[in-house]
C-alpha cells in the first residue's frame, strides 16, 4: 500500500485479486472544484497573485524607463544584441554572444519584434518583470502547500515583491530575476520529489529548472553540485539494497543540466573556436576582472586572505538582509530538535551561495557588486519554508513572525542599496536609482552616450565602425544597430583593417583602464591621442572622438600635426 500526497489518492491493491481500486474522497473533490476556475485549469489565486505581481513589476519598469532614465549597462548590452538578431548589418543568432550565457537574450526575442517593445528596450524589463511575477508565485505555491492561512502567505508573498532590491531587479532587465525564477522553481520541485518520497516528475522537473538557471547565471554551477550530491544521498537512503536507483535518480536529475551544458560548449566552439570562450575569451570575467577591481581597491587585499573574504560576506550577508541569518540559526535548531533532516539539506542549499561568494572574493575573482548579494533574499524566503515544514503546531503564528522578519529586513535591503559606498559595495547605480525614484529627479549620467547617439542619427551620415562593449550604451540610445559596424559583424575585422570606402567613421574612447581593450585602440594605438592624416576628427564628446574616414590607413602615415583638428565645413 502506498500513498502520494499530492493527489491525496489511496491505492489498495489486492495480491489476491490482483485488482487496483483509485479512491478520491468527495472532500478532495469539492475542494479542488472549489479552488479552480474553467481558464485551462488555472488555479485562480495563482492567477490573481501572478497578475497582481506582474502589474507591480510594470509599474517599476515606467519608474525605472520613463521616470528615472535609468539602465545597467549589462541590461542595456543584452537588449542591444537581441535587436542585433534582427536589425542590424549582419543578422544572425549568434549576436546574442558567447560570454554570458544566453537565456535572458533569448527569452527577449519575440519581444523585440513588437515595435513598442524595442522603445527604450523595454523587452528585457518585460522579461525581468514576468520572471519576478513567476517567482512570486512559487512562493505562493510553496506556501499553499503547506496550508499557510491566505491571508498570510499573500502577505509574505508581498514581502518578497515589494523587497526593494527584488522590485527593482523585477524591472531593470538584468538576468538576476531569470536566474531566482528557476532556482526557487527547481527548490519547489525538489521539494515535492522529497516530500512524495521519489516522484520521478518533480525530480525531472528539478533538472530542466536547473538546467534554466545554467543558461541564466554561472552561479548556479553551484548549485547543480549541491543539488546533485542531496538527490543521490537521499535516493540511495531510501533503497540502499539497488544502487540501481540512485543511479537512475542521478540521470533523471543530470540529463537536462548535461545536455544544456554541452549546447553552450558546442556552441562556442562552433561559434568562437574554443569551447571555453565564456571563461577564457578577451571580454570574459578572467578577461576583465583586473580593470574591475581597479575600480574598487578596497577589494584588493581580499585576494589569498580567507578570514577576511568570510568576514566581509557575513557582514554584507546581515547588512541586506537580515532575515537571512536569523533564519538560517532558527531552521538549524528547528531541525536538530525535531530531527526532520530535510532542514539541513534547505541549509545546504541556500548557504551555498554564500560559500560560493566567500570562494570568489578570496580567489579575487569578484568585485562584490551588490546584486551578487539578491540570491541571499529569496534563500532567506526559503528558510522560512523549511521551518514552516518542521514546525507544524501553530504554523500560523509562525508564518506571521517570518512574515514580519522579512519585511523589516526589507528596509535592511534599502539601506543597503542606499549606502552602497559606505558599506563597501562595489554598485550598478542602485544609489542613483532610489534617490532618483524618492526625488523625482531623472539621471543624467547618460546623457553624453545620449549626445552621441543623437549626432550620429542625426547628423553623421553613414555607417560607424565601433567595439560596442565599449560603447554599449551609444548604440543602445540609438536605436538603429544597422547603423553600427560591430564587433559581431563577419565584416568587422577586414573593415577594420580597411575602414576606407566600407564605413565613413570610426569612433572610439580614451584608452584607459577598459577603454586599453577597445579593438580600435588594439588596431591604432595612436589614433585617439595624435589622430590621423587618413582620419579627420569629426567631434569629441567628453573621452570619446567620431573620427571621419577621409582615406585608407594602408597608403598613408597615421600620424600628422594638424591631423587632429575639426575638419571645416
Known amino acids: 500500500m502506498r500513498y502520494y500526497h499530492e493527489s491525496a489518492m489511496t491505492t489498495v491493491s489486492s495480491a489476491s485479486a490482483n485488482t487496483t481500486t483509485l479512491v478520491v474522497p468527495n472532500r478532495i473533490k469539492r475542494k479542488s472544484h472549489r479552488r479552480s476556475i474553467l481558464l485551462f485549469g488555472v488555479d485562480a489565486e495563482a492567477l ?45 543568432l549568434a549576436n546574442i554572444g558567447f560570454v554570458w550565457v544566453p537565456l535572458p537574450a533569448l527569452l527577449q526575442l519575440p519581444l523585440v519584434l513588437i ?67 528557476f ?61 540501481r536507483h540512485t543511479e537512475s535518480a542521478i540521470l533523471v536529475y543530470a540529463t537536462p543540466i548535461a545536455y544544456s551544458v554541452f549546447l553552450w560548449l558546442v556552441a562556442n566552439y562552433l561559434m568562437m573556436g574554443d569551447p571555453l570562450y565564456f571563461v577564457r575569451g578577451q571580454y570574459s570575467n578572467a578577461g576583465t576582472i583586473g580593470f574591475q577591481l581597479a575600480a574598487v581597491p578596497w577589494a584588493l587585499p581580499l585576494k589569498g586572505n580567507l578570514l577576511a573574504s568570510v568576514q566581509l560576506i ?52 569578484s568585485t562584490m557588486h551588490i546584486r551578487y548579494l539578491i540570491n541571499e533574499i529569496p534563500m532567506a524566503f526559503i528558510i522560512g519554508i523549511g521551518i514552516l515544514h518542521i514546525v507544524t503546531r501553530w504554523r500560523g503564528v509562525v508564518a506571521f513572525f517570518l512574515f514580519f522578519a522579512f519585511a523589516l529586513s526589507g528596509f535592511s535591503s534599502f539601506d543597503s542599496m542606499w549606502n552602497l559606498t559606505e558599506m563597501r559595495y562595489a554598485g550598478t547605480g542602485e544609489d542613483f536609482l532610489l534617490r532618483s525614484l524618492i526625488s523625482g529627479r531623472r539621471i543624467r549620467l547618460w546623457d553624453n552616450d545620449r549626445l552621441i547617439a543623437s549626432y550620429i542619427l542625426n547628423t553623421a551620415k553613414g555607417k560607424v565602425l565601433a567595439d560596442d562593449s565599449q560603447g554599449t550604451y551609444i548604440v543602445f540610445f540609438s536605436e538603429s544597430p544597422e547603423r553600427f559596424v ?14 576606407f570606402h566600407n564605413v565613413n567613421y570610426i569612433l572610439t574612447n580614451e584608452p584607459v583602464g577598459l577603454g586599453s581593450v577597445n579593438l580600435v585602440n588594439r588596431a591604432y594605438p595612436d589614433l585617439y591621442a595624435n589622430g590621423a592624416s587618413w582620419a579627420k576628427l569629426e567631434k569629441q564628446f567628453g573621452v570619446w572622438k567620431l573620427y571621419r574616414v577621409v582615406d585608407s590607413p594602408n597608403r598613408v602615415p597615421f600620424r600628422t600635426p594638424a591631423s587632429d583638428l575639426i575638419p571645416p565645413p
Open 115 to 181: 515595435p513598442a517593445f524595442r522603445y527604450k528596450g523595454l523587452s528585457g524589463n518585460i522579461v525581468t518583470a514576468i520572471m519576478g511575477a513567476g517567482a512570486a508565485l512559487v512562493l505562493i505555491l510553496f506556501l499553499r502547500r503547506l496550508r499557510v492561512p491566505v491571508i498570510l502567505r499573500w502577505l509574505i508573498a508581498a514581502a518578497f515583491t515589494c523587497n526593494p532590491m527584488i522590485w527593482i531587479y523585477s524591472a531593470n532587465g538584468m538576468s538576476e530575476m531569470v536566474f531566482i525564477f
Open 314 to 365: 557575513l557582514i554584507q550577508t546581515w547588512q541586506i538582509f537580515p532575515a537571512f541569518t536569523l533564519l538560517s540559526g532558527v531552521l538549524l535548531v528547528a531541525t536538530l530538535l525535531k530531527r526532520v533532516w530535510l532542514g539541513l539539506y534547505i541549509l545546504g542549499i541556500v548557504w551555498s551561495f554564500t560559500g560560493f561568494l566567500i570562494l570568489n572574493v578570496y580567489s579575487g575573482q
Open 48 to 92: 490573481l497573485m501572478g497578475l497582481t505581481a506582474f502589474a507591480l513589476n510594470l509599474y517599476m519598469v515606467y519608474q525605472v524607463v520613463f521616470q528615472a532614465g535609468f539602465f545597467l549597462v549589462d541590461a542595456a548590452w543584452r537588449t542591444y544584441a537581441v535587436w542585433r538578431v534582427f536589425f542590424s548589418n549582419d543578422p544572425k
Open 183 to 243: 532556482l526557487l522553481l527547481a527548490i519547489y520541485c525538489y521539494y515535492r520529489w522529497y516530500e512524495t518520497e521519489g516522484r520521478w516528475t518533480f525530480l525531472s522537473g528539478c533538472g530542466l529548472a536547473m538546467a534554466g538557471a545554467f543558461l541564466s547565471r554561472y552561479e548556479s554551477v553551484i548549485l547543480i553540485t549541491v543539488f546533485g550530491l542531496l538527490i543521490a544521498w537521499q535516493a540511495f537512503i531510501w533503497d540502499r539494497t539497488n544502487l
Open 486 to 499: 560591430v564587433q559581431g559583424d563577419s565584416v568587422f575585422e577586414s573593415f577594420l583593417k580597411e575602414p
